[in-house]
């Protein structure tokens, strides 16, 4: 596609719901990377994918997120039980390898507000 | 672990005023740096990076940033401001060996007429 895609861009859900975020990154990256924007707090980085393999997961701030990426393409950020500190901007992004070095490409992000 | 400080959380500059935007990183081996744009309700766009070779860097419009190492910073200008410009700034840093982008806080701009 022409830039990162991600859905939905604004969710609403009630504290202890489970809620799916979706990313379609760039056609032909690679590497895929979730982050997570909170007011003042900057980005925080969560997870990247080198294909469908997440080498690094140390950044999810609990066992109640999840992601995977299938065919190397389509990546869903899962959070279970949600809770109302998860309210934020979780931004997708992708590159077209995982290098340091690389350009990295940002969809326009998921709000999502636990109430 | 590499880290990145943005020193100001909101700039205000009047419009054709210079803009410098102040970013310390620290990095154990020699670091990527960026400087990233967010207009509002978009994604992040990047502006600029440094990886080698030369440590002035020029990026999009009109902005430029310079590497000093022995300061370990990499502050971000632009030497007339314009409307335009008001947007949250992110500097970042990643380090040789792939690691993923560290983000600092970011600094709003504003530029006044």
């Known amino acids: 596609g022409a830039g990162v895609s991600q859905s939905p861009s604004n969710k609403v859900t009630e504290k202890g719901k489970d809620v799916e975020l979706r990313c379609d990154p760039i056609s032909g990256h690679t590497a895929l990377y979730w982050y997570r924007q909170s007011l003042g707090q900057g980005l925080e980085f969560l997870i990247y994918?080198?294909?469908?393999?997440?080498?690094?997961k140390s950044g999810l701030p609990s066992d109640r997120f999840s992601a995977e990426r299938t065919g190397g393409s389509v990546s869903t950020l899962t959070i279970q039980r949600t809770q109302q500190e998860d309210s934020a901007v979780y931004l997708c992004?992708?590159?077209?390898?995982?290098?340091?070095?690389?350009?990295?490409?940002f969809g326009e992000g998921s709000w999502l507000t636990v109430v | 672990a590499q880290s990145v400080t943005q020193l100001g959380s909101h700039v205000s500059v009047s419009e054709g005023a210079l803009v410098l935007l102040r970013c310390n990183y620290s990095s154990s081996v020699p670091p990527y740096l960026f400087w990233y744009v967010q207009y509002p309700n978009q994604g992040l766009q990047l502006l600029l990076k440094?990886?080698?070779?030369?440590?002035l860097v020029k990026g999009i419009n009109g902005f430029e940033a310079e590497f000093k190492k022995s300061e370990t910073s990499f502050h971000l200008t632009k030497p007339s401001a314009h409307m335009s410009d008001a947007a949250e700034y992110f500097c970042?840093?990643?380090?040789?060996?792939?690691?993923?982008?560290?983000f600092g806080k970011g600094t709003r701009l504003s530029v006044i007429a």
């Open positions: 994918f080198q294909g469908n393999s997440a080498p690094d």
């Open positions: 970042a840093v990643s380090e040789a060996g792939n690691t993923p982008l560290v």
């Open positions: 992004a992708s590159s077209p390898i995982y290098s340091s070095g690389n350009t990295i490409y």
């Open positions: 440094y990886t080698t070779g030369a440590t």
